[in-house]
C-alpha cells in the first residue's frame, strides 16, 4: 500500500493511524467525514479486526456510516449514545489556536452536533491544512432552501460590516443541481479569503434566519494530529499546551485501505 500513495495521503494515512491510538474499547466514537476521517474509520475497522477492538460510533454522514459498518464497525445513533467519549474529523483548515473551518464533504451540521457532543475533539490532517489566519478555503453555511437566495443576498450585505476581505458567495452544486446535505438543506459557500474575528463571524451568521450552522468550528477542537508525506505526525494538544512529534511506520496491509488510494 504505501508504496503506491502520494505523499498527501500518507500524510492523511498516518494522521489517521496516531488518532485511532486514542480510542480504546468500550468508547463511544464519533466518526467524521470526508476523506482524512474515512483514513481514520479504516484504521479502527481493522483494529476491530485484528485486536478485538469493541466501540460504538456515531457517524456525521450516511456516507461514513455505510463506511463503518462496511469495515465491521457497530453504528449508533447520537441519540442512542447521548454522549461521546471522543470524535475524531478531519478540518479544510485549522489555525494556531485550533479553530477549525470545515464543511467541504458537505457534513457540518451534524459534524458539529457529534463534535459538541464529545468529551474531546480530535482533529486529523496534512500539514497543508495549517493556516496562520483562517479563511482561504471557502466557508461553508447550510442554509434552508426556502428563500435560498434572500438568504444569501443577506449574508453578503451582512459580510460588508465583518473583518473579511471578500464577500462573493456561491450555491454549492452537484453536477446541475443543488448540493443537497443529509438534512434536505443547501450550502452556500462564502469567498471571504481571510477571517480576520472569526468567533465574531460565526456568531453573527448564526444569527441570520435562514441559516442553519456555519463551517466554523471555535473552541471546539483540543488535539490536532497533523501528517506529514514522510511518516512524521506532530501531536498538538491545546489544554496542555504540549506538542510531540512521532514517526509512523508504513506497513504493508490487505485491502483495507485500497479503495482509498485510487
Not at 457532543?117 to 442554509?143: C, H, N, R, W, Y
Not at 452556500?188 to 463551517?215: C, F, S, T, W, Y
Amino acid at each position: 500500500m504505501s508504496s503506491e500513495l502520494s505523499p498527501i495521503d500518507k500524510a492523511k494515512f498516518v494522521s489517521a493511524k496516531r488518532a485511532a491510538q486514542f480510542v480504546e474499547s468500550g468508547m463511544r466514537v464519533g466518526l467524521g467525514t470526508g476523506s482524512t476521517a474515512a483514513w481514520l474509520v479504516r484504521c479502527l475497522g481493522e483494529m476491530v479486526r485484528d485486536d478485538g477492538l469493541r466501540i460504538r460510533g456515531v457517524p456525521t454522514s450516511t456516507r461514513t456510516a455505510e463506511l463503518a459498518r462496511e469495515v465491521g464497525i457497530e453504528v449508533v445513533s447520537l441519540d442512542e449514545a447521548k454522549w461521546l467519549d471522543i470524535t475524531i474529523d478531519g478540518a479544510d483548515e485549522f489555525d494556531g489556536q485550533l479553530n477549525l473551518i470545515k464543511g467541504g464533504g458537505g457534513a457540518l451540521l451534524q459534524e458539529k452536533i457529534v463534535a459538541t457532543a464529545s468529551d474531546q475533539m480530535v482533529v486529523i490532517a496534512d500539514v497543508g491544512k495549517e493556516v496562520e489566519t483562517l479563511g482561504a478555503f471557502p466557508l461553508p453555511i447550510e442554509v434552508i432552501p426556502f428563500g435560498w437566495q434572500t438568504t444569501q443576498a443577506l449574508v453578503e450585505e451582512t459580510l460588508v460590516s465583518m473583518d473579511v476581505l471578500g464577500r462573493k458567495s456561491t450555491l454549492r452544486m452537484n453536477g446541475d443541481v443543488p448540493f443537497v446535505t443529509d438534512e434536505g438543506n443547501h450550502i452556500i459557500d462564502l469567498h471571504v479569503k481571510r477571517i480576520g474575528n472569526a468567533r465574531q463571524l460565526a456568531l453573527v451568521l448564526n444569527q441570520m434566519p435562514g441559516v442553519v450552522e456555519n463551517g466554523l468550528f471555535i473552541d471546539i477542537c483540543d488535539t490536532v494530529v497533523i501528517g506529514y508525506g514522510d511518516g512524521r505526525v506532530e501531536v498538538r494538544d491545546i489544554n496542555e499546551g504540549t506538542v510531540a512529534t512521532e514517526r509512523l511506520d508504513f506497513v504493508e496491509s490487505d485491502n483495507l485501505f485500497a479503495d482509498l488510494s485510487d
